[in-house]
């Protein structure tokens, strides 16, 4: 398996742009994360306007919670959110780190990007592979059922 992750620096943040296909209510951002060694701090998704301005925050993770020092992380890792999009419009999602982020060589958080899950985006998706391809990044909706619809 090759992986191709993005570092988070000190007081950096990471970003992947989307557009809304359709109005939905917003429970979970899921990035593709990577956690190598023992960094401190904590991490945390913030989600954006096509601006640039703040629309909500996630929950503040201890990067400690994610993984075991002793151990790689790499996987999806779900941030509670609680936003809704509008169809048509675009939206920006950055990890930032918090907390007294520390990092080195061998001790960080990076997130990945999407060019090992192969047929995970859309063709039309460009560029979909390589090295630019998009941020593993899932949108996990929150949907309401009344009774008899489901």
């Given at each position: 398996m090759?992986?191709?992750?993005?570092?988070?620096?000190?007081?950096?943040?990471?970003?992947?742009?989307?557009?809304?296909?359709?109005?939905q209510s917003i429970a979970y951002v899921v990035p593709y994360l990577m956690v190598q060694g023992a960094p401190g701090g904590s991490v945390y998704v913030q989600m954006q306007d096509?601006?640039?301005?703040k629309i909500v925050d996630s929950g503040t993770i201890s990067i400690a919670t994610i993984a075991d020092s002793n151990e790689v992380f790499h996987?999806?890792?779900?941030?509670?959110?609680?936003?809704?999009?509008?169809?048509?419009?675009?939206?920006?999602?950055?990890?930032?780190?918090s907390g007294g982020y520390s990092y080195?060589?061998?001790?960080f958080v990076a997130w990945c990007n999407a060019w090992e899950l192969k047929n995970r985006y859309l063709p039309s998706y460009a560029?979909?592979?390589?090295?630019l391809a998009p941020l593993g990044l899932?949108?996990?909706?929150?949907?309401?059922?009344?009774?008899?619809?489901?």
């Amino acid at each position: 398996m090759q992986v191709i992750a993005y570092e988070a620096g000190n007081g950096d943040s990471l970003s992947q742009v989307l557009a809304a296909t359709r109005n939905q209510s917003i429970a979970y951002v899921v990035p593709y994360l990577m956690v190598q060694g023992a960094p401190g701090g904590s991490v945390y998704v913030q989600m954006q306007d096509e601006n640039g301005g703040k629309i909500v925050d996630s929950g503040t993770i201890s990067i400690a919670t994610i993984a075991d020092s002793n151990e790689v992380f790499h996987g999806w890792y779900a941030f509670g959110i609680s936003a809704s999009v509008r169809s048509g419009l675009s939206y920006r999602f950055e990890l930032k780190t918090s907390g007294g982020y520390s990092y080195g060589a061998s001790d960080f958080v990076a997130w990945c990007n999407a060019w090992e899950l192969k047929n995970r985006y859309l063709p039309s998706y460009a560029p979909a592979w390589g090295a630019l391809a998009p941020l593993g990044l899932d949108i996990w909706e929150r949907r309401y059922f009344q009774k008899g619809e489901f």
